[in-house]
């Protein structure tokens, strides 16, 4: 595709809920990151995907967020038990890891997401 | 602890007019600076990428600069376009792959 996919764009659910966010990266990119943009905040780092390797789980705010990368491509976020909290628009990027430092990382629109 | 800062929060501006937007950075090491552009209900797009050596990047109507020594960005826009109206963030990237985040200058272009 031409840039970066994310589904749902909205996504509505009860609190205890469980939820799934997708991210289609941008083909042939290699390197894949999941933030999170509460209103009135930075983006928050999630966590990072790099090929093959383990991924960079460090970010990811409580054992009730996980993510899994398929294929070294689609990402799924999953966020269990929603809160509250967790309402915030979840962001997906991706980038073509030539050199880490200096890629530059293609965002996709997000999803937001509403915990009632 | 790395940080970020941004200002104004929000800015309001003409349609034709300059503005400036700082960016103020605790990130080190440091590897670059990243300024960001983010509409509405949209994903952040990058429009200037500056490294240590480099003290200035243009891309259009943007210009940013670089001062390592302070620590300081600014994001300068001339002849603002109502287009214009969006979130701007700066984002440094340090020793690792993981940037930090401003949280943005909501700039707002009237007609």
């Known amino acids: 595709g031409a840039g970066v996919s994310q589904s749902p764009s909205n996504k509505v659910t009860e609190k205890g809920k469980d939820v799934e966010l997708r991210c289609d990266p941008i083909s042939g990119h290699t390197a894949l990151y999941w933030y999170r943009q509460s209103l009135g905040q930075g983006l928050e780092f999630l966590i990072y995907f790099q090929g093959n390797s383990a991924p960079d789980k460090s970010g990811l705010p409580s054992d009730r967020f996980s993510a899994e990368r398929t294929g070294g491509s689609v990402s799924t976020l999953t966020i269990q038990r929603t809160q509250q909290e967790d309402s915030a628009v979840y962001l997906c990027a991706s980038s073509i890891r030539v050199s880490a430092l200096t890629d530059t990382q293609y965002f996709g629109p997000g999803t937001r997401l509403t915990v009632l | 602890k790395n940080q970020v800062e941004q200002s104004p929060q929000s800015l309001i501006i003409l349609e034709g007019k300059n503005c400036t937007l700082q960016c103020n950075y605790t990130v080190s090491p440091f590897s670059n600076l990243r300024w960001y552009k983010q509409d509405t209900g949209r994903g952040p797009v990058s429009l200037t990428i500056?490294?240590?050596?480099?003290n200035t990047k243009s891309n259009g109507r943007y210009t940013a600069t670089l001062d390592a020594d302070t620590k300081q960005s600014s994001l300068h826009i001339t002849a603002s376009q109502l287009s214009d109206s969006a979130s701007y963030i700066c984002v440094v990237m340090g020793g690792s792959y993981i940037p930090t985040f401003g949280r943005g200058t909501s700039l707002i272009v009237h007609p």
């Open positions: 500056m490294t240590f050596s480099e």
